[in-house]
């Protein structure tokens, strides 16, 4: 009992402000997300000690955000670490089957980052294929075959300036320095020999995406391997780049109200400097260079739609060798990286 009351105490106090409620984000909270984004599998009594809070605490606020859904901890494949080929597919529809369709993508295990944008006449998608030689296929299968589908355009994503293993919340100077070099895994090795998935390697992510911080004993049972097994592995996809965590929250609770999709047109000799210094924009969650006239594309979170326009009049502005832009709200959130949950079991809204 009276270890319980100085965890409350803890909870309070450390300069980490008032819960704020069952669902409320406080400073505490932003620093446990950061420190879940670097290390989604991190001990408690590790984030702990360098938080400097109690395990108790940290421990309490995980299960409490996780129980409401306004957290959860995805372990996610690398595509590119696997080789893999990304495409950002949009697809214009009738209003009517805008949802349909949109709904149909995003039950593919094969597609990511589905939304509808642009007043519901528009759905926007990311599509992997294992390959260049599977990416005509994965394409026309993906969609389907309904004359309310007008338009598809789809874009492979060169070279990614910003995104997957750096969430928006490493931006936000939540954890120091010291905190983040305290908490962050070791580099993935650029010699280690490349990855080949196996079923079981498949079973492990497809719980790993449900809940990154899954016990040691279900991973094993899910795979047919040993704990002992499930440890080494890990310790080899993390060190070849192929597994990284990602942390889905609720936006409302950091004050973002709006996203918007940026397509951009730049002189193709200033794509990288302008791409990387996109990627440093507070505001923007993901970044990468793409095939196709628009050439850069990113991913913008704002706290309101004047937000927008200052981000869009004063950095965009600033950006070299853009010649032309387009942009699109995002109006519904249908998936994030992970997979497709039923409405009884919403994710949290996405950063992206």
Known sequence: ???????????RGNGTGD???????????????HALQLDGRAPFSRIAAVLGVSDQTVARRYTRHRTHGTLKVLGLPNAQALGEVQWLVRVQ????????????????????????????????AVCRAVSSDHSDVLLLQKLPR????????????????????????????ALTDEQIARLSPPPPDPAAAPVTLTDADRRLFDVLARDGRTPLAELAAATGWSPTTVRRRFAELRANGVLYYDVDYDLRQFGYGVMVALWLSVEPARLAAAGEAMAAHPEVAYACATTGP????????????????????????????????????????????????????????RRR
């Not at 009992?1 to 909870?11: N, Q, V």
């Open 1 to 11: 009992m009276k270890s319980d009351r100085k965890s409350e105490a803890a909870d």
């Open 294 to 349: 628009n050439n850069l594309f990113a991913s913008v979170l704002c706290r309101d739609v004047g937000a927008v326009y200052t981000y869009l009049t004063t950095r965009v502005a600033a950006l070299p060798g853009v010649r032309s832009m387009e942009s699109a709200p995002r109006i519904r959130h249908i998936k994030g990286p992970g997979p497709l949950f039923s409405a009884g079991h919403a994710a949290p809204g």
């Open 93 to 124: 529809c009738t209003p009517d089957a805008a949802v349909a369709v949109a709904e149909a993508l995003a039950r593919r295990p094969d597609t990511s980052w589905v939304s509808l944008m642009s007043g519901g006449t528009e759905i926007s």
């Open 19 to 33: 819960p704020g409620g069952p669902t409320g984000f406080d400073t505490l909270d932003h620093r446990l997300i």
């Open 146 to 173: 309904t004359p309310s589908v007008i338009g598809v355009t789809a874009h492979c994503q060169l070279h990614q300036f910003y995104g997957g293993p750096q969430g928006l919340i490493s931006k936000s100077g």
